[in-house]
């Protein structure tokens, strides 16, 4: 169905493609400015309770700026002519997405949260920290749990955004955002239960990140003073 926008010109998709892009580098800028902690780097909002990069986080956080960014586009194509309203048409597979990603992440911190409480994953420097990351697991090696659930976020979101140009390009979008394939929602699904299943059952205890206490300054020295030079008695007087 022909969308409302449809008749947009190619300035006009630029300039809305461009605006969406303005809006993720302004969130970026917020970001940096008002969390001191991690500043500009915001690829530190994917890291877990215990220290390594979290793949939850990761897919949760392309999730959010792939829609954020097409949420954006389409809403000022649809001003452009006129409409202002908010954006009432968001398929239902597409919310499903969301709540998997965002159940997916908070049951993965919870899990976390629980080991370092229950004392099955203890706090130590940042020598100690565990070597996993977004595709590896606690010792260092590939995790083919991880991989799975990227792998088909990478698909989804592929999908997503290549179904989007598409419909912006081709005058054939309506007015509500592109949705995502069935079969594909339930490889995500699969994938996202695969990865918390295989995080409550974790197959070494490790060490988790703690922030460095800060060094004590060392108390100030009183300047040591000048041990006095021998004196040499002087020769009682020959009578």
């Known amino acids: 169905m022909v969308g409302v926008a449809a008749h947009a010109t190619p300035a006009w998709k630029a300039v809305a493609f461009l605006i969406g892009l303005a809006l993720l580098a302004l969130l970026w800028v917020f970001i940096g400015v008002t969390n001191k902690k991690i500043g500009f780097r915001v690829w530190k909002l994917v890291k877990g309770a215990d220290g390594s990069s979290s793949t939850s986080k990761f897919q949760w ?3 959010l700026v792939v829609i954020l960014f097409a949420y954006t586009v389409l809403w000022v194509l649809r001003a452009r002519s006129g409409d202002y309203s908010a954006i009432s048409t968001v398929p239902s597979n597409l919310l499903v997405v969301l709540g998997l990603s965002t159940t997916t992440a908070a049951a993965a911190k919870g899990i976390t949260v629980g080991y370092l409480q229950s004392g099955r994953i203890t706090k130590g420097t940042a020598a100690q920290a565990p070597a996993g990351g977004v595709l590896k697991d ?16 990478f698909i989804a979101v592929g999908v997503f955004l290549a179904t989007f140009i598409h419909e912006i390009h081709t005058n054939t979008f309506n007015s509500g955002l ?7 929602l339930v490889l995500m699904g699969l994938s996202q239960g695969g990865y918390v299943g295989q995080k409550l059952v974790p197959s070494t205890t490790h060490t988790a990140v703690a922030s460095p206490a800060p060094k004590a300054k060392p108390a100030p020295t009183a300047p040591a003073t000048p041990a006095a030079s021998p004196t040499t008695p002087e020769p009682a007087p020959q009578e």
């Open 138 to 153: 606690d010792t260092g090696y590939p995790d083919l749990a991880k991989i799975q659930m990227i792998g088909f976020t």
């Open 178 to 184: 592109p949705n995502i394939d069935s079969s594909l």
């Open 61 to 63: 956080a392309v999730w």
